[in-house]
Nanobody, 124 residues
């Protein structure tokens, strides 16, 4: 059974930083691309960042480019999202997802497995 467990969320002031982690189990992690999505209150879930199976390619939504960095450690079955210069509009529940296509796609429908999410709240 596949499990994706996010951690690292919390309350932070605007301008601060957080590092989200996602621990994966029950799948051959190294062949899966990983993504981070977020859902703010009253809004649909949206793509934040993705990384391909080797870690050689990453993608970001425009609003986080230059502030967020995605990375992965295939030896530890972990994916991370370093979030710097946080803004109030980054407040959301952040979800980790895995897709066996191996590409860092921003399309949520192409992801096969999802975590339960971790709350990030940025106070202004």
């Amino acid at each position: 059974q596949v499990h994706l467990v996010e951690s690292g969320g919390g309350l932070v002031q605007a301008g601060g930083s957080l590092r989200l982690s996602c621990a994966a189990s029950g799948l051959t992690f190294r062949v899966y691309a990983m993504g981070w999505f977020r859902q703010a209150p009253g809004k649909e879930r949206s793509f934040v960042s993705g990384i391909n199976w080797t870690g050689s390619f990453t993608s970001y939504t425009d609003s986080v480019k230059g502030r967020f960095t995605i990375s992965r450690d295939n030896a530890k079955n972990m994916v991370y999202l370093q979030m710097n210069s946080l803004k109030s509009e980054d407040t959301a529940v952040y979800y980790c997802a895995a897709n066996k296509l191996g590409s860092a796609t921003g399309l949520s429908g192409e992801y096969d497995y999802w975590g339960q999410g971790t709350q990030v709240t940025v106070s202004s």
